[in-house]
């Protein structure tokens, strides 16, 4: 699986949208990228993934830059209850290696009143 | 929503009890997964299941094994617990190979501390 680099902290006022950015500049075409949280003492939580178009759910949007070498996480008006540590993840969607999820450092995101 | 469940949120547990952690989740999926995460380290996978009674190592087996009997229920059994076995313990599943890859749903988590 690709490796995946994120800044080790950000900052947020309550209200305003969370941009997160991963690199992933070694993504191959099969690979896609993912984005889980962890809120602390709890178990990591999926958000959104995608392979190469941006995507869109309720909780987040993705933005995928066109050569794939990066990508931003974007929470469009975060809350306090957002405040945890977010994984961006670069893997094959099932193949031989499902089941090794790599988590790195993250990105430790507070959001502030 | 999926829903992923572990028995218990906190365990203490002396060195050398043999422990059971249960998991079970509700929506027919068909992989699961036992992880533990420690500071520094991620997540680290123990076993995983793919079906009902099959089972696989993950990168760290030793010290620990599994059943599942029921396509929702996966346990984790510590044989001997001993206290480099403190950790937290994850429990997650997804659908099968064959269904579009919406990501793993985790449980909350037990933290088990061996004393």
């Known amino acids: 699986d690709a490796k995946t680099t994120q800044p080790p902290s950000m900052d947020c006022a309550e209200g305003r949208a969370a941009n997160l950015p991963c690199n992933h500049s070694t993504i191959s075409g099969n690979e896609y990228v993912y984005w889980y949280r962890q809120i602390h003492s709890q178990g990591p939580q999926y958000i959104i993934h995608?392979?190469?178009n941006n995507e869109t759910n309720e909780m987040a949007s993705l933005i995928i830059t066109e050569d794939r070498k990066s990508s931003t996480l974007i929470l469009p008006h975060a809350t306090l209850r957002d405040t945890a540590v977010y994984y961006c993840?670069?893997?094959?969607?099932?193949?031989?290696?499902?089941?090794?999820?790599?988590f790195g450092q993250g990105t430790i995101l507070t959001v502030h009143p | 929503d999926v829903k992923v469940t572990q028995s218990s949120r906190y365990l203490v547990k002396r060195t050398g009890e043999k422990v059971f952690l249960e998991c079970v989740q509700d929506m027919d999926h068909e992989n699961m997964f036992w992880y533990r995460q420690d500071p520094g380290l991620g997540l680290r996978l123990i076993y995983f299941?793919?079906?009902?009674?099959?089972?696989e190592k993950g990168d760290i087996p030793e010290g620990y094994s599994v059943s599942r009997e029921k396509k929702e229920r996966f346990s984790l059994i510590l044989e001997s617990a001993s206290t480099n076995q403190t950790s937290m313990y994850l429990c997650?599943?997804?659908?099968?190979?064959?269904?579009?890859?919406?990501?793993?749903?985790f449980g909350s988590g037990t933290r088990l501390t061996v004393v």
């Open positions: 995608g392979l190469k």
């Open positions: 993840i670069v893997r094959v969607a099932g193949g031989t290696s499902y089941g090794k999820l790599t």
């Open positions: 299941s793919y079906d009902v009674k099959m089972k």
């Open positions: 997650a599943s997804r659908p099968g190979q064959g269904i579009p890859n919406y990501g793993y749903t």
